[in-house]
């Protein structure tokens, strides 16, 4: 069922989505200390399950709550440094030694501080996003981007990639994005519906105001970018 947005303004949610960036970088580095790396890094993907990104090797990020579960164990995060829950999860699972990647991200937190209603906010674009591309593509929330995506395989090496992006460089704000690969030479980028757009920052097709568009808008974008993405591939 899709949740209603807009408790908290979209270009509100930067500061909650850097925090949740860094503390699900624990649950990708337990998979990196403890299971067998994957060439497409899909093993340190992380599922969106109630509520809860879920991690392969058994750690969890309860986001709305902040606070990471392995098995019946859970801590709260508000307060604890990225070392604090990287020891955490490291000693119930078995102490190799986790370290997160040296991905580009925004400025570590010196403590984690647990923004309750941003990331309550966070956790309904998440979940509204895994409902709305379920019918499309397995997707799994990424370690490194931060976006619930999937790919769409089509004949041959084609694709169209598909998620949400919690907020970026490139948007400050939760965004849908619809990616064809590979475009046709010179081929005409046709017009999206619901406000939708291509973005100028990458080759995709792009919609912002979630808040306003709401189910029925984010539905007619997706199913209106990915029609558009099948035309121009080639």
Sequence with gaps: MWQILGS?????LAAARIQLHWAAQVVSAAADAYLAPVADDSHTAMAWQ??????K?????????FALAVGNDRVALDGKTLDDAMAWADARLGKRGMHARDY?????PERFTRLADEL??????????????AA??????????????????????????????????????????????????????PPLVSGGHWSTAFTGAVMTNLVLAGEAGARAFVESAIGASRSVIA
Excluded at 8 to 12: G, I, K, S, Y
Excluded at 50 to 55: E, Q, R
Excluded at 57 to 65: N, P, Q
Excluded at 150 to 170: F, M, N, Q, R, W
Aim: contains cysteine; charged residues 15%; aromatic residues 12%.
């Design 8 to 12: 908290v303004a979209p270009r509100e």
């Design 50 to 55: 109630g509520g809860a990104l879920v991690g």
């Design 57 to 65: 090797a058994g750690v969890s990020l309860y986001v709305a709550d």
């Design 104 to 108: 580009d991200m925004p400025v570590e």
């Design 120 to 133: 309550a906010e966070l956790a309904r674009y998440y979940a509204n996003a895994a409902e709305l591309f």
């Design 136 to 189: 499309y593509a397995a997707c799994s929330v990424w370690p490194h981007h931060f976006d619930l995506g999937g790919t769409i395989k089509l004949a041959g090496t084609a694709e169209i990639g598909v998620g949400l992006s919690p907020g970026d460089h490139a948007y400050a704000e939760p965004y849908l994005y619809v990616t064809p690969y590979p475009l046709k030479l010179g081929a005409t980028l």
